[in-house]
C-alpha cells in the first residue's frame, strides 16, 4: 500500500533521506506520518492510538540521532509503527501483524533499527542501559542510547530497577518519558499523580521557562558554577513542586515537561541532550491518539479498534444473523460478579488490563472490590496473596504470557504458603496477531510444576464458570484456570453454577483404536474432528482432561488399559505440557503405548490469526483428522456409542 497524501513522505525510506529536509518541514512529515498511519491501519488493523501520539517524538528521534549506530529502544513496542515506516518498511509496512508480514513490535531479527524486542512492558531502561554500558566499555563515547518509555509502562518495577541501576553509572543514556496519562486502560498509582502534578503546575512551568536563561548564563562561569547550577535546579524543582523531584533523587538530570507535538522544538532539545553527560530524563507530553479526533476522545477503545472507516471513524464489524458465543473474557467478567455478589470474600485484581481481561466489569459494579494495580504482574501476584493471608479470596487476571513475569511470587508467596489465590489466565495459547511475545504457551507446563497449584483449562463457557465457582471454595490453595483470546462455543451459557470435582476429567465419547486426551478450547477441534472421522467409519475415543493437575488418574487407567494409540491435545507447549504428563504417568505406571503429542512445537511461533497459527503447529481440526487417520482402522459402521 503506497497510496501517500502528500509530497514528502513518499521520499523517505530511511533516516539518512528524512536528514536531507530542513527542520521547518518537519510539520509536514509529520502529518504525512500520521496520516498514512490512519490510512494503512484503518484498512489492516493493528494498534492505533499509542503510534499516533509519538509521531513528532518519532520524527524529531530519526531525525536528532544517528540511528541505527545511536540505539533507540521502545517500550512498549506499539508505539512504534511510525518507526517502522522511517526505517525501510514503509512498503511493507500493509503487511504487519500478518502472517509472514512484518511484526507489530520492534523486532531485532527485522530490521537493524529495532534494536530490542519489546513486546512487554518497561524493559527499554535497562536494555539501553545495558547497550550504554557496553558502548561505555569498547570505547564507543559518541554513541547515544535512547529509551522511550511510556509512563504505563514506568509503573512496572523493572522500570524502577533500571533507573536505580543507571543513576551510578557513567553512561550515555537518555530515558524519554512519553507521558500521556495512558496504558491501554488509563493509568492509575502515585507516580500517575506525581507527573500530572509536574505537567499542570503553573508555577512550576512558568517559573522553569523564565528561569532557564539566568541558569544557562550562570553556567558559562566555569565548573564550579556548574555545580551551583545544578543545585539551584534541584532547588526550585522541589520547592515549586512541594516535593523533591523523584528522577533527580535517583540521580537523572530532568528536562522538561515539554510539548511532544512540537516537532521543531523536540528536535533541538534533543540536540542540546546529546551533548549533556551521564543519564538524563525527558518528560514528554503527548495525546494518545493525536490527529485522530475520535481516539483522542476515547483512548482505550481507540488502541486497537480492528478495522475502521477514517473518514467516519465507524468501526466495522460484522454483523452475525444469529446469536453469537461470547468470549471466554467475558465469561470470566459477569461470572465473576455473580460469584461476588454471593461470595463478600471475592476480590479482583489485574495489573493494567481491566479491559482486556474484561475486569472492568466488576470495577463498574464493585469499585471498592476490584483492583488495577498497574504494570506490575510481580506485585499484581504478591498483593494477591496478602489479600488472602486476611481471608480474601483474590481472582487475580493476567493475561498468560504476562504471567511469566511474575513466577517467582506465584512459587515464594501463594504456593509454599498455601494460600487461595485464583489465577485466571486470558489469552492462553496461541494468541494471534501479537506474535511470539503475546502466545501464552508455557502456562500449563509451569504451572503444573508448582507444589499446591491446581491446574485447570475449561472446553467451553459453562466449564469456566464453573471451574471458578470451584476454585473459591473453602480450602482450595491456588488455583490457575486458563482460557483462549477469542469466543467459546455456548450461546445459552449462563447456566446454574456447580462445584466440580478437582482432577476428576470426563468422557466426551467412546471409540476404538485411539483415545484422543484434549485439555481446554481445543477439545471443540477434537469434538469436530471426530463427527469428521465418524462419518468414514473411523470411531475415536475422546476424553476431556478438565486439569493438568491433578490427573484423573482413573480415568487414565482405564484409557491405558484400552488403548494402544493415544493422541494429547494441548493449546500449548508440548516440552512439559500436559502431553509430558500424561508420559509420566504412563512411564510411572508401566503401560505401555504410543502416544503422539500435538501442540505447539518447540520454536517461538510468529504472529497470525489463531486459526492460522493452529493450522500451522498441527492440531487444529484437520491436523486431529490426519492424526488419527494415520492409525485408526476404518469400518463400515457410521456411528460408536457413548
Same mark, same amino acid.
Not at 530524563?281 to 491518539?289: A, D, F, I, N
Not at 495489573?351 to 488495577?372: E, L
Not at 469466543?487 to 476428576?504: Q, S, T, Y
Not at 476424553?543 to 490427573?551: G, I, M, S, T, V
Given at each position: 500500500?503506497?497510496?501517500?497524501?502528500?509530497?514528502?513522505?513518499?521520499?523517505?525510506?530511511?533516516?539518512?533521506?528524512?536528514?536531507?529536509?530542513?527542520?521547518?518541514?518537519?510539520?509536514?512529515?509529520?502529518?504525512?506520518?500520521?496520516?498514512?498511519?490512519?490510512?494503512?491501519?484503518?484498512?489492516?488493523?493493528?494498534?492505533?492510538?499509542?503510534?499516533?501520539?509519538?509521531?513528532?517524538?518519532?520524527?524529531?528521534?530519526?531525525?536528532?540521532?544517528?540511528?541505527?549506530?545511536?540505539?533507540?529502544?521502545?517500550?512498549?513496542?506499539?508505539?512504534?509503527?511510525?518507526?517502522?515506516?522511517?526505517?525501510?518498511?514503509?512498503?511493507?509496512?500493509?503487511?504487519?501483524?500478518?502472517?509472514?508480514?512484518?511484526?507489530?513490535?520492534?523486532?531485532?531479527?527485522?530490521?537493524?533499527?529495532?534494536?530490542?524486542?519489546?513486546?512487554?512492558?518497561?524493559?527499554?531502561?535497562?536494555?539501553?542501559?545495558?547497550?550504554?554500558?557496553?558502548?561505555?566499555?569498547?570505547?564507543?563515547?559518541?554513541?547515544?542510547?535512547?529509551?522511550?518509555?511510556?509512563?504505563?509502562?514506568?509503573?512496572?518495577?523493572?522500570?524502577?530497577?533500571?533507573?536505580?541501576?543507571?543513576?551510578?553509572?557513567?553512561?550515555?543514556?537518555?530515558?524519554?518519558?512519553?507521558?500521556?496519562?495512558?496504558?491501554?486502560?488509563?493509568?492509575?498509582?502515585?507516580?500517575?499523580?506525581?507527573?500530572?502534578?509536574?505537567?499542570?503546575?503553573?508555577?512550576?512551568?512558568?517559573?522553569?521557562?523564565?528561569?532557564?536563561?539566568?541558569?544557562?548564563?550562570?553556567?558559562?562561569?566555569?565548573?564550579?558554577?556548574?555545580?551551583?547550577?545544578?543545585?539551584?535546579?534541584?532547588?526550585?524543582?522541589?520547592?515549586?513542586?512541594?516535593?523533591?523531584?523523584?528522577?533527580?533523587?535517583?540521580?537523572?538530570?530532568?528536562?522538561?515537561?515539554?510539548?511532544?507535538?512540537?516537532?521543531?522544538?523536540?528536535?533541538?532539545?534533543?540536540?542540546?541532550?546529546?551533548?549533556?553527560?551521564?543519564?538524563?530524563?525527558?518528560?514528554?507530553?503527548?495525546?494518545?491518539?493525536?490527529?485522530?479526533?475520535?481516539?483522542?476522545?476515547?483512548?482505550?477503545?481507540?488502541?486497537?479498534?480492528?478495522?475502521?472507516?477514517?473518514?467516519?471513524?465507524?468501526?466495522?464489524?460484522?454483523?452475525?444473523?444469529?446469536?453469537?458465543?461470547?468470549?471466554?473474557?467475558?465469561?470470566?467478567?459477569?461470572?465473576?460478579?455473580?460469584?461476588?455478589?454471593?461470595?463478600?470474600?471475592?476480590?479482583?485484581?489485574?495489573?493494567?488490563?481491566?479491559?482486556?481481561?474484561?475486569?472492568?466489569?466488576?470495577?463498574?459494579?464493585?469499585?471498592?472490590?476490584?483492583?488495577?494495580?498497574?504494570?506490575?504482574?510481580?506485585?499484581?501476584?504478591?498483593?494477591?496473596?496478602?489479600?488472602?493471608?486476611?481471608?480474601?479470596?483474590?481472582?487475580?487476571?493476567?493475561?498468560?504470557?504476562?504471567?511469566?513475569?511474575?513466577?517467582?511470587?506465584?512459587? +515464594? #508467596? %501463594?504456593?509454599?504458603?498455601?494460600?487461595?489465590? /485464583?489465577?485466571?489466565? *486470558?489469552?492462553?495459547?496461541?494468541? $494471534?496477531?501479537?506474535?511470539?511475545?503475546?502466545?501464552?504457551?508455557?502456562?500449563?507446563?509451569?504451572?503444573?510444576?508448582?507444589?499446591?497449584?491446581?491446574?485447570?483449562?475449561?472446553?467451553?463457557?459453562?466449564?469456566?464458570?464453573?471451574?471458578?465457582?470451584?476454585?473459591?471454595?473453602?480450602?482450595?490453595?491456588?488455583?490457575?484456570?486458563?482460557?483462549?483470546?477469542?469466543?467459546?462455543?455456548?450461546?445459552?451459557?449462563?447456566?446454574?453454577?456447580?462445584?466440580?470435582?478437582?482432577?476428576?476429567?470426563?468422557?466426551?465419547?467412546?471409540?476404538?483404536?485411539?483415545?484422543?486426551?484434549?485439555?481446554?478450547?481445543?477439545?471443540?477441534?477434537?469434538?469436530?474432528?471426530?463427527?469428521?472421522?465418524?462419518?468414514?467409519?473411523?470411531?475415536?475415543?475422546?476424553?476431556?482432561?478438565?486439569?493438568?493437575?491433578?490427573?484423573?488418574?482413573?480415568?487414565? +487407567? #482405564? %484409557?491405558?488399559?484400552?488403548?494402544?494409540?493415544? /493422541?494429547?491435545?494441548? *493449546?500449548?507447549?508440548?516440552?512439559? $505440557?500436559?502431553?509430558?504428563?500424561?508420559?509420566?504417568?504412563?512411564?510411572?505406571?508401566?503401560?505401555?503405548?504410543?502416544?503422539?503429542?500435538?501442540?505447539?512445537?518447540?520454536?517461538?511461533?510468529?504472529?497470525?490469526?489463531?486459526?492460522?497459527?493452529?493450522?500451522?503447529?498441527?492440531?487444529?481440526?484437520?491436523?486431529?483428522?490426519?492424526?488419527?487417520?494415520?492409525?485408526?482402522?476404518?469400518?463400515?459402521?457410521?456411528?460408536?456409542?457413548?
Amino acid at each position: 500500500m503506497e497510496d501517500i497524501n502528500g509530497p514528502l513522505l513518499p521520499n523517505i525510506n530511511y533516516p539518512t533521506d528524512l536528514k536531507q529536509y530542513k527542520e521547518q518541514d518537519l510539520e509536514q512529515i509529520c502529518k504525512e506520518l500520521r496520516q498514512y498511519i490512519i490510512d494503512v491501519v484503518s484498512v489492516n488493523g493493528g494498534h492505533f492510538g499509542a503510534s499516533l501520539g509519538v509521531v513528532e517524538l518519532t520524527v524529531a528521534l530519526h531525525y536528532a540521532l544517528n540511528t541505527p549506530y545511536d540505539k533507540l529502544v521502545w517500550d512498549v513496542g506499539h508505539q512504534a509503527y511510525g518507526h517502522k515506516i522511517l526505517t525501510g518498511r514503509r512498503s511493507v509496512f500493509h503487511t504487519n501483524r500478518i502472517l509472514n508480514g512484518i511484526s507489530g513490535f520492534p523486532k531485532i531479527s527485522e530490521s537493524e533499527y529495532d534494536t530490542f524486542g519489546v513486546g512487554h512492558s518497561s524493559t527499554s531502561i535497562s536494555a539501553a542501559l545495558g547497550m550504554a554500558v557496553a558502548s561505555h566499555y569498547k570505547g564507543e563515547t559518541d554513541r547515544q542510547h535512547v529509551a522511550v518509555i511510556g509512563d504505563g509502562a514506568m509503573t512496572a518495577g523493572l522500570a524502577f530497577e533500571g533507573l536505580n541501576h543507571a543513576g551510578i553509572e557513567n553512561s550515555n543514556l537518555l530515558v524519554i518519558l512519553n507521558d500521556n496519562c495512558m496504558s491501554i486502560d488509563p493509568n492509575v498509582g502515585a507516580l500517575k499523580e506525581y507527573l500530572t502534578n509536574i505537567t499542570t503546575s503553573k508555577s512550576y512551568n512558568r517559573f522553569r521557562d523564565d528561569i532557564s536563561n539566568v541558569l544557562i548564563k550562570l553556567s558559562e562561569l566555569g565548573p564550579n558554577a556548574h555545580k551551583f547550577v545544578k543545585k539551584i535546579e534541584k532547588s526550585i524543582k522541589g520547592t515549586l513542586l512541594k516535593q523533591s523531584n523523584l528522577f533527580e533523587a535517583l540521580n537523572f538530570r530532568y528536562f522538561g515537561p515539554v510539548d511532544g507535538h512540537d516537532v521543531v522544538r523536540l528536535t533541538q532539545v534533543i540536540k542540546d541532550l546529546k551533548e549533556i553527560p551521564g543519564p538524563k530524563l525527558l518528560h514528554c507530553v503527548t495525546v494518545k491518539g493525536k490527529g485522530f479526533a475520535l481516539a483522542e476522545k476515547d483512548q482505550t477503545k481507540w488502541h486497537a479498534p480492528g478495522l475502521f472507516d477514517k473518514i467516519t471513524g465507524e468501526i466495522k464489524k460484522s454483523v452475525p444473523d444469529k446469536p453469537q458465543p461470547p468470549k471466554y473474557q467475558d465469561v470470566f467478567g459477569h461470572t465473576l460478579v455473580e460469584l461476588a455478589e454471593a461470595n463478600k470474600k471475592i476480590v479482583g485484581v489485574t495489573p493494567a488490563m481491566p479491559s482486556g481481561s474484561s475486569m472492568n466489569i466488576m470495577m463498574k459494579a464493585m469499585p471498592a472490590r476490584a483492583f488495577d494495580v498497574g504494570i506490575a504482574e510481580q506485585h499484581a501476584v504478591t498483593f494477591s496473596a496478602g489479600l488472602a493471608t486476611q481471608g480474601l479470596i483474590p481472582f487475580c487476571n493476567i493475561y498468560s504470557s504476562f504471567m511469566q513475569r511474575a513466577y517467582d511470587q506465584v512459587i +515464594h #508467596d %501463594v504456593a509454599i504458603q498455601n494460600l487461595n489465590v /485464583i489465577f485466571c489466565l *486470558d489469552r492462553a495459547g496461541l494468541a $494471534g496477531a501479537d506474535g511470539a511475545t503475546h502466545h501464552g504457551a508455557y502456562d500449563l507446563a509451569y504451572m503444573r510444576s508448582i507444589p499446591h497449584m491446581t491446574v485447570a483449562a475449561p472446553m467451553n463457557e459453562e466449564e469456566l464458570r464453573n471451574l471458578m465457582y470451584t476454585a473459591q471454595q473453602d480450602n482450595m490453595g491456588p488455583f490457575s484456570i486458563r482460557y483462549p483470546r477469542g469466543n467459546g462455543v455456548i450461546v445459552d451459557w449462563k447456566r446454574p453454577l456447580k462445584a466440580l470435582e478437582v482432577g476428576k476429567g470426563r468422557k466426551i465419547c467412546d471409540g476404538e483404536d485411539v483415545a484422543i486426551l484434549t485439555i481446554g478450547h481445543v477439545g471443540n477441534f477434537a469434538v469436530d474432528a471426530c463427527k469428521e472421522l465418524n462419518s468414514e467409519g473411523i470411531h475415536p475415543a475422546h476424553y476431556d482432561l478438565r486439569f493438568a493437575k491433578p490427573l484423573d488418574q482413573a480415568m487414565l +487407567h #482405564d %484409557v491405558f488399559k484400552r488403548y494402544k494409540h493415544i /493422541i494429547t491435545i494441548e *493449546d500449548g507447549c508440548v516440552q512439559g $505440557g500436559v502431553g509430558s504428563a500424561i508420559l509420566e504417568f504412563m512411564a510411572d505406571n508401566a503401560y505401555n503405548a504410543q502416544v503422539i503429542r500435538l501442540g505447539i512445537p518447540d520454536d517461538f511461533i510468529e504472529h497470525g490469526e489463531q486459526a492460522e497459527l493452529w493450522a500451522l503447529c498441527g492440531y487444529d481440526t484437520a491436523a486431529i483428522i490426519n492424526t488419527v487417520k494415520k492409525i485408526a482402522v476404518s469400518r463400515t459402521t457410521k456411528t460408536m456409542a457413548s
